[in-house]
């Protein structure tokens, strides 16, 4: 007979090369058989542990297929041995009126539309931006030029802002989806390793690549994609959605639909002014903001795998602080041997991420260092208050870089030491600055409100008790990092449904997710509430 079991938390050196004969082995000799008695073998999970500098290990489970002729449940008397479930995820095919409405091609929108055209929907999808080839080539003027497109940037365009990114993967949510999630996204041409590395990433070329496979796979199943198309209103009756207006190249084009996925992201702020205007309910709420932070991939590799650091792909962190003013202050979306990318989406702001292509061989590490934002900090009831406190910062550190879209920076000792840091020959000795399309010397005490300044200073003061050498004054700033999750959230109901019947509010853009993976599966649950209302 033969089945399938899992072994887990394998242990093994970082040093060795980890081989398909040589895990059939291993787990042949846990399990008391012959290397021969398995008839094919796949890793589950691996993981790094790091936390012994001095022996750093792989753990791996595996799943193995095993022809034996003894009961399974034998095997299942042995420690970190257990059965293999098997995964499907399966979508009902269904019949509507009128065509669902999707807006927004980010990871909401495109798992959104995955899943209801695989259901037979026919579903219609709108997005502001361009097709990812093309945006990307406004994406690549903008950081050598800085000339803006307010419609095409590292915001908005196909794949949504994650597209420019490192494609992290990793999430903190446990829902049976994100198998689903990852298994397509493979199927789409991730690579394989996103189904068991316990910190998977994509990486930005692999990502381009990607959502344009969804793309054609939602039109080879019925979907249609607008691109250049922005939703700009809605009608309805009696608090029942009757369609969705939207605009392209300046001619009005009504779809007429009653169930709409608004798959927005978190920087579609002309679209939240809509949503206030027509009455939809709109509530503030938390978010974070801060700079992003280089040191060179060296030292982090260093600091978090010691002598074993040349065995291992390039290392993260994740640090975090509850400062005694009430506030946490924490790194996010750290990018091994990534850059620091322009990306504003408004006139006349200055906004930063973190982006990696997939083989992360830049030289210098970036993470956004982020400080704790509640509503309180508005002072204001207006529900897009949030909004306003992102765009000031942003204002003014547009001016403070000058006015040309190049970003304020600052040296960590600088910074510290609460002085301006001034640009001159030589002056970054160990850590040069990656942003694009440019920097300037800055005083972030001119662009961050006193508190949120103080706040990051203490962090990173602290932080640099957890890794030696975090808050080293030649590891670089760049100011500011606004755009970590939305200011809003637009209310939705135990159906998915906003105050109007027929909109969905989805995704990070309405405040219910945050990251590729979170996006992508508040998608699927989106589209499954569209189909499971004609059950």
Do not use: W
């Given at each position: 007979m033969s089945f399938w079991l899992r072994v887990s938390n394998i242990k093994v050196s970082v040093k060795i090369d980890i081989t398909k004969d040589f895990l059939k082995k291993k787990t042949a000799d846990i399990l008391k058989i012959k290397s021969?008695?398995?008839?094919?073998?796949?890793?589950?999970?691996?993981?790094?542990?790091?936390?012994?500098?001095?022996?750093?290990?792989?753990?791996?489970?595996?799943?193995v297929l095993i022809s034996v002729n003894t009961e399974r449940k034998k095997f299942l008397k042995i420690k970190n041995v257990s059965e293999v479930k098997e995964f499907n995820y399966s979508v009902k095919k269904i019949s509507l009126k009128?065509?669902?409405?999707?807006?927004?091609?980010?990871?909401?929108?495109?798992?959104?539309?995955?899943?209801?055209?695989?259901?037979?929907?026919?579903?219609?999808?709108?997005?502001?931006?361009k097709c990812v080839d093309e945006r990307k080539k406004d994406v690549d003027i903008f950081w050598k030029k800085g000339i803006l497109n307010i419609k095409s940037n590292v915001q908005f365009g196909e794949g949504g802002a994650g597209t420019f990114s490192d494609g992290k993967l990793t999430t903190g949510i446990k829902d049976y989806r994100c198998r689903f999630v990852m298994e397509?996204?493979?199927?789409?041409?991730?690579p394989k390793e996103i189904l068991y590395l316990s910190k998977p990433h994509i990486g930005t070329d692999n990502l381009i690549k990607m959502v344009k496979n969804i793309r054609e796979k939602i039109i080879s199943l019925g979907g249609e994609v607008f691109f250049n198309t922005e939703m700009v209103g809605f009608e309805e009756s009696n608090g029942i959605l009757q369609n969705v207006i939207c605009?392209?190249?300046?001619?009005?084009?009504?779809?007429?639909?009653?169930?709409?996925?608004?798959?927005?992201?978190?920087?579609?702020?002309?679209?939240?002014?809509?949503?206030?205007?027509?009455?939809?309910?709109?509530?503030?709420?938390?978010?974070?903001?801060?700079?992003?932070?280089?040191?060179s991939q060296e030292f982090i590799n260093k600091s978090q795998y010691g002598e074993f650091a040349e065995f291992l792909p390039p290392a993260d962190y994740k640090l975090f602080t509850h400062l005694e003013n009430g506030r946490g202050v924490y790194t996010f979306?750290?990018?091994?041997?990534?850059?620091?990318?322009?990306?504003?989406?408004?006139?006349?702001?200055?906004?930063?991420?973190?982006?990696?292509?997939?083989?992360?061989?830049?030289?210098?590490?970036?993470?956004?260092?982020?400080?704790?934002?509640?509503?309180?900090?508005?002072?204001?009831?207006?529900?897009?208050?949030?909004?306003?406190?992102?765009?000031?910062?942003?204002?003014k550190a547009f001016i403070s870089g000058g006015g040309n879209y190049f970003a304020p920076v600052q040296k960590v000792g600088d910074f510290l030491r609460s002085k301006k840091t001034v640009i001159s020959k030589g002056e970054f000795k160990k850590v040069l600055p990656t942003y694009m399309p440019g920097i300037a010397g800055g005083d972030f005490k001119e662009i961050f409100p006193e508190e949120i300044y103080l706040s990051l200073q203490e962090g990173?003061?602290?932080?640099?008790?957890?890794?030696?050498?975090?808050?080293?004054e030649n590891a670089v700033m760049t100011a500011p990092e606004t755009r970590s999750s939305s200011p809003v959230r637009i209310v939705r109901n135990d159906k998915f449904m906003s105050n109007i019947s027929?909109?969905?509010?989805?995704?990070?853009?309405?405040?219910?997710?945050?990251?590729?993976?979170?996006?992508?599966?508040?998608?699927?649950?989106?589209?499954?509430?569209?189909?499971?209302?004609?059950?």
């Open positions: 021969d008695d398995i008839i094919d073998l796949k890793i589950a999970k691996k993981s790094v542990d790091a936390r012994k500098k001095s022996d750093v290990v792989h753990i791996i489970s595996a799943d009128k065509r669902p409405v999707v807006v927004g091609f980010g990871p909401a929108g495109f798992m959104a539309g995955l899943v209801l055209a695989m259901a037979g929907t026919m579903p219609v999808i709108v997005e502001q931006g397509e996204f493979v199927k789409a041409g991730a605009e392209n190249e300046n001619k009005t084009v009504v779809f007429d639909t009653d169930r709409l996925i608004m798959a927005i992201g978190h920087s579609s702020r002309k679209t939240f002014e809509m949503l206030y205007e027509k009455k939809i309910n709109i509530e503030q709420k938390p978010f974070s903001v801060g700079v992003r932070i280089e040191h979306c750290m990018c091994p041997g990534g850059v620091v990318a322009g990306s504003a989406s408004e006139n006349g702001g200055v906004v930063t991420n973190g982006m990696s292509y997939y083989k992360r061989n830049g030289k210098n590490a970036n993470s956004a260092v982020l400080v704790g934002i509640i509503p309180d900090d508005f002072k204001s009831d207006y529900p897009l208050a949030g909004v306003e406190f992102q765009r000031n910062i942003e204002e990173i003061k602290i932080f640099d008790g957890k890794i030696k050498g975090f808050a080293d027929g909109i969905i509010p989805c995704g990070e853009g309405c405040g219910y997710s945050g990251g590729i993976v979170s996006s992508a599966v508040d998608g699927v649950k989106c589209a499954e509430a569209v189909i499971k209302e004609v059950y």
